[in-house]
């Protein structure tokens, strides 16, 4: 039975070489974005956000952001038009098409503000919305990551999310978890990283169980680990738990790609998990021989 500090010892050896990872898939939430109490944009956050990925594309990595927020934002913007109403921007009981409409306005101010912060820090953003079926199916699949190769290739810094005011539940990732580890997965990027208002992950939902543990290091994906998701820790704002972060591990660690779940409320943690340091949960890259995306989107 291998001791505690002989796995301490493998996990300091393996963040270490994360300062070589050279494409980076980051994932932020709405609720990383949104102030807790107003449910409207903290533009200090994004313009942090927006410092941190320049500078590590400063460094020579290719930067890929995943960014929700589209309908949180299209909620702030036409607040006045839905009545004033105020409730969970996500996943609020009014119909469908109110969402999509709210994500359709959102998306283009939430690019607005990408393009103005990052713009100050001499980077050129691009926007690419996608959906379950863009990768499902092979023509469009196959132009998607052109675009992707093309854009990285010429510098740019992808700023990616769903493409909610087509995607309904039918067509959808649904969630922007797995929509990250999908894009990881078909840009074969080395690290995701998933900014989240969880610290990472427990043998047990913290927020109800006080003798759940943290879990800082992921060697492999078995069952025992994914069954540490069943009880999902969920965010206020955003669509994806526990459950739906460990699904996006899977596809991200079989795909050959590591992954960190880490808490979003520093947003320097970016730059330290970079450094090797002791950040979040890092989720081992444990590649699959004959690795099939399909398989994991159907
Ligand atoms: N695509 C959605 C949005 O931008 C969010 C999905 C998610 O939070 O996972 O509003």
Same mark, same amino acid.
């Given at each position: 039975m291998e001791t505690r500090a002989v796995t301490t010892e493998r996990e300091t050896a393996y963040r270490k070489q994360l300062k070589?990872?050279?494409?980076?898939?980051?994932?932020?939430?709405?609720?990383?974005?949104?102030?807790?109490?107003?449910?409207?944009?903290?533009?200090?956050?994004?313009?942090? @956000?927006?410092?941190? !990925? &320049? /500078?590590?594309?400063?460094?020579?990595? %290719?930067?890929?952001?995943? =960014?929700?927020?589209?309908?949180?934002?299209?909620?702030?913007?036409?607040?006045s038009a839905l009545g004033g109403l105020r409730e969970h921007p996500v996943h609020g009981s009014r119909p469908i098409t109110e969402k999509q409409a709210c994500a359709a306005v959102g998306q283009a101010r939430l690019m607005m503000i990408y393009q103005k912060f990052f713009d100050d820090y001499n980077q050129t953003t691009a926007q690419v919305l996608m959906?379950?079926?863009?990768?499902?199916?092979?023509?469009?699949?196959?132009?998607?990551?052109?675009?992707?190769?093309?854009?990285?290739?010429?510098?740019?810094i992808p700023i990616v999310n769903e493409n909610d005011s087509v995607a309904t539940i039918e067509f959808s990732v649904g969630d922007n978890d797995n929509l990250s580890a999908i894009?990881?997965?078909?840009?074969?990027?080395? @690290?995701?990283?998933? !900014? &989240? /208002?969880?610290?990472?992950?427990?043998? %047990?939902?913290?927020?109800? =169980?006080?003798d759940a543990e943290f879990i800082p290091f992921v060697e492999k994906m078995d069952g025992e680990i994914l069954s540490m998701g069943k009880g999902s820790t969920g965010s206020s704002s955003g669509t994806g738990g526990m459950s739906t972060k460990?699904?996006?591990?899977?596809?991200?660690?079989?795909?050959?790609?590591?992954?960190?779940?880490?808490?979003a409320s520093r947003l320097h943690v970016l730059h330290e998990i970079i450094e090797g340091e002791r950040r979040g949960t890092l989720f081992c890259a444990d590649r699959e021989e004959d690795f099939d995306l399909r398989d994991y989107i159907e």
């Open positions: 070589n990872r050279k494409r980076i898939v980051v994932k932020v939430g709405s609720s990383s974005l949104l102030h807790p109490e107003t449910g409207r944009l903290d533009y200090h956050r994004i313009d942090l @956000l927006a410092r941190e !990925l &320049s /500078d590590l594309k400063n460094q020579g990595k %290719d930067i890929i952001l995943v =960014s929700s927020g589209a309908t949180a934002a299209g909620r702030e913007v036409l607040r959906t379950r079926d863009t990768v499902a199916d092979v023509l469009s699949k196959y132009n998607l990551t052109n675009t992707f190769s093309e854009l990285l290739a010429m510098d740019v894009v990881a997965a078909l840009l074969g990027a080395d @690290l995701l990283i998933l !900014l &989240s /208002d969880i610290d990472g992950l427990y043998t %047990d939902d913290p927020r109800r =169980s006080a460990l699904h996006a591990g899977l596809i991200a660690t079989r795909s050959g790609c590591d992954m960190v779940i880490v808490n």
